[in-house]
């Protein structure tokens, strides 16, 4: 079953970190561009990062330098690592390919930065 699961996410403080991980079934997800997607409340969701399979990176402006992404192909996972998060970093976040296929959108994993 082809299928992408995410994980630990959580309840933290402001300046705390996070490591996200998103196990992917599916041979097409170790081939793909990769991303991290996120969306708040009554807001779209928007992309996060993303990676190529050699490992080429690319982040939204906003979050360049506190946000990290990376992925393990034989694992077939992608991780987010967030440090010194902000309230306004409280969101579901989802992993899908770069871009998404639309029927792999995940339950996604809540994120919550607490002042």
């Known amino acids: 079953q082809v299928q992408l699961v995410e994980s630990g996410g959580g309840l933290v403080q402001a300046g705390g970190s996070l490591r996200l991980s998103c196990a992917a079934s599916g041979t097409i997800f170790s081939i793909v561009p990769m991303g991290w997607y996120r969306q708040a409340p009554g807001k779209q969701r928007e992309l996060v990062a993303a990676i190529t399979r050699d490992g080429s990176t690319n982040y939204a402006d906003s979050l360049k330098g506190r946000f990290t992404i990376s992925r393990d192909n034989a694992k077939n996972t992608v991780y987010l690592q967030m440090n010194s998060l902000r309230p306004e970093d409280t969101a579901v976040y989802y992993c899908?390919?770069?871009?998404?296929?639309?029927?792999?959108w995940g339950q996604g994993t809540q994120v919550t930065v607490s002042s």
């Open positions: 899908n390919a770069s871009p998404p296929l639309p029927v792999y």
